[in-house]
């Protein structure tokens, strides 16, 4: 495998797509997560995929979505934070994300069918990034246990929804689920349970731990510097003073949350959820004297740019400024990746992130219980014991 570093490596593998390089996954990881033998061929899987991608999270969707994630946002910190004097937030916005994903996804907000998904896909998501040894005791035997009852749970809700639709022909459902049961392929002809359910699968997969851990890292850094949390709280309160008390947030409120998310971009900056992404080459080429044959494996690097003196001076620093104006050089700041495979749920990821941080910082002022928390990075940035946090709530 060959490991491209820097912003000309990040260049080169985004702007190559297709023509060199194309995306490539282990067999480890789809083994755990998608049916086999299914009649499921990749390229209409893809197609699938791109279509559905392009409808649910382009700005127009996300606009229907986002009251549903601030309500849930509210119901989540109501029921799982506001009894609590401490609370861990990696697991708890893990919960969340999950939760918001049904809701969105699949249209499921019974807790007790979430709960039968969430914990095998958790089974499943902690072992897909371990040695793809299959035997009893394994983290990744696990792993595949647990990614089949997540396939056997889902395809349950397929099935139900599908007999649902059915019987009531005018639904006025607006889940991604419901919306993908009902459309057609090219040849006219709807598309099976099986290439659903892996595309379903392959959104829960991709949002689910890079999206929590997003939020832990930004909830870690303002608990932690109390003048960048006087920052965000100043214009979260603006944007709250602006409205009545129940009043959900508007998409208008989201584009005011200008510091927010340059506070979120530089916790992104310096624990990025998603450490790179693999790359199958297409054809021989060579790249800085290296010749790199035909069906070679790639990886770009996000710590390679991110962490550079050059492109963010001072780089352990951390500082939401750097964002300001035209913010740092192309294809130097990358978490969701670029060109033609970049992340598809980037916009989701901001409104979840920014939506979170809105309901967290009006109700809570936060303080870390272990000051100096170790991170690790196993697939994404994960603080060892969870965050826990002291909560100090404003007086009202
Ligand atoms: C902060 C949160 C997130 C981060 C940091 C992140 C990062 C990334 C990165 C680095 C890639 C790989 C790009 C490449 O191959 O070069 C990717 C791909 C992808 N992401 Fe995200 N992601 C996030 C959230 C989400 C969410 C919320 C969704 C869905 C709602 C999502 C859906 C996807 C999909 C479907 C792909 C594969 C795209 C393709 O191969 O064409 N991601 N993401």
């Not at 599908?162 to 598309?191: H, P, V």
């Not at 959900?248 to 989201?254: A, F, R």
């Not at 050089?329 to 670029?338: D, N, Q, R």
Request: glycine share 6%.
């Amino acid at each position: 495998m060959a490991v491209f570093c820097g912003a000309k490596g990040n260049k080169f593998l985004f702007t190559n797509e297709y023509k060199l390089v194309t995306s490539w996954w282990p067999k480890s990881m789809k083994k755990v997560f998608i049916f086999q033998n299914s009649d499921t061929n990749f390229k209409q899987v893809s197609a699938l995929k791109r279509s559905f991608h392009h409808d649910i999270l382009k700005p127009e969707a996300l606009k229907q979505y986002l009251p549903v994630m601030d309500v849930l946002s509210r119901e989540h910190l109501e029921r799982e934070w506001t009894p609590n004097a401490v609370v861990k937030v990696f697991p708890l916005s893990k919960k969340y994300t999950f939760e918001l994903a049904c809701r969105i996804f699949l249209g499921v907000v019974d807790l007790e069918v979430i709960k039968r998904l969430v914990d095998p896909f958790t089974l499943a998501n902690e072992g897909v990034f371990s040695v793809p040894i299959d035997l009893p005791g394994t983290a990744y035997n696990r792993a595949i246990k647990g990614g089949k009852v997540v396939r056997q749970e889902l395809m349950k809700i397929i099935k139900d929804r599908r007999k649902e639709l059915m019987e009531k022909n005018n639904t006025e459902r607006t889940d991604l689920l419901s919306k993908m049961l009902i459309a057609t392929n090219e040849n006219g002809q709807f598309y099976s349970e099986m290439q659903i359910s892996n595309n379903i699968i392959g959104l829960l997969v991709a949002s689910f731990d890079t999206t929590s851990s997003a939020v832990t890292s930004v909830l870690n850094y303002i608990a932690e510097l109390p003048d960048i949390y006087k920052e965000v709280l100043k214009e979260q309160l603006e944007i709250a003073k602006s409205k009545g008390p129940d009043e959900l947030l508007t998409w208008e409120d989201i584009e005011k949350m200008k510091y927010s998310w340059n506070v979120a971009r530089e916790s992104l900056r310096l624990m990025p959820p998603a450490q790179g992404s693999f790359r199958e080459t297409i054809t021989e080429f060579t790249y800085a004297g290296f010749t790199i044959p035909k069906g070679w494996k790639t990886f770009w690097t996000v710590h390679s740019s991110h962490k550079n003196p050059e492109y963010f001076p001072e780089p352990e620093k951390f500082d939401p400024s750097r964002f300001e104006g035209s913010g740092p050089p192309p294809y130097t700041f990358v978490p969701f990746g670029g060109g033609p495979r970049m992340c598809p749920g980037k916009e989701y990821a901001r409104l979840q992130v920014l939506v979170f941080m809105h309901n967290v910082v009006r109700r809570f002022k936060l303080e870390k219980v272990i000051p100096n928390e170790k991170v690790v990075f196993h697939g994404s940035a994960k603080p060892v014991h969870g965050l826990p946090v002291r909560l100090h709530p404003h007086r009202k």
